[in-house]
């Protein structure tokens, strides 16, 4: 297993991490029953980290139930991230048919790098962090509805591009949007800070304003984001105490 290609550091991962994650893989393929049994047991296949993950975006989903709005996802990846917002909608709020979940990536990794991004261990470059196609996710999508109350009304929608010429174009398009949760995972400065100017104004009070790599000095960008729109001597920026990176500021 790769840790590199699936958004991990080795650096910050022990001996018997990258082991587990290995088991991970070699569990999965090893077991007899079939796909369906073993996805419905996930917790016997799934690492601590991927579960802890979920949990954490289980807590700031019920900060924005009672919030107007869209769910913005800056940087799909390989889609944990959209479909656990898309499932936790489709649990606690089956009728909210407004509630659509966007996710903005270019499907084909970094599309390019600033020199806020540069750190001391390893620069990102174009290309990095390449995950799924956009064209795998259809069948996932499908699978999704068929469980919807509302099925005939799409709420994910994926835009695919460089988000500094995507993210306009979509609200010139959709200038009703009014955004609840906005997750910013695209790990670069450019990017992240073109997210919070668009998306920002679009967002009432108690709404939340998700942030991956915050205080991470592999991807400096987004702190450096984050500092430039908010004063932070006047939100709290807050944590969950299962993952250490995601945090999350509620205006």
Not at 117 to 138: M, Q, R, Y
Request: net charge negative; with cysteine; glycine share 6%.
């Amino acid at each position: 297993m790769d840790i590199e290609k699936n958004g991990g550091n080795p650096k910050r991962h022990s001996e018997n991490d990258l082991k587990s994650y290995n088991l991970v893989e070699e569990a999965f393929e090893s077991s007899q029953i079939d796909t369906f049994g073993k996805l419905e047991a996930f917790t016997r296949f799934s690492s601590k980290r991927s579960i802890a993950r979920f949990l954490c975006k289980h807590e700031i989903f019920q900060n924005i139930l009672f919030t107007n709005g869209v769910i913005v996802e800056c940087g799909v990846f390989n889609g944990a991230g959209l479909f656990s917002w898309a499932q936790l909608s489709n649990i606690y709020e089956p009728t909210n048919y407004t509630r659509k979940i966007i996710g903005f990536d270019t499907f084909d990794g970094f599309p390019a790098v600033s020199l806020n991004d540069a750190n001391d261990d390893k620069n990102p470059i174009v290309g990095d962090l390449k995950g799924a196609n956009i064209d795998e996710f259809s069948l996932s999508i499908e699978k999704y509805n068929k469980e919807r109350h509302l099925s005939h009304i799409q709420n994910i929608e994926l835009i695919k591009g460089d988000f500094l010429i995507t993210g306009e174009e979509y609200l010139k398009n959709n200038n009703h949007l009014l955004v609840s949760l906005l997750y910013l995972d695209f790990d670069l400065y450019e990017p992240t800070k073109k997210a919070l100017d668009l998306f920002l104004p679009r967002m009432c009070k108690g709404a939340v304003v998700c942030f991956d790599q915050s205080n991470c000095p592999n991807y400096p960008g987004e702190t450096v984001a984050l500092l430039e729109s908010f004063d932070l001597k006047n939100y709290k920026l807050n944590r969950s105490t299962i993952d250490p990176w995601i945090s999350w500021i509620i205006l």
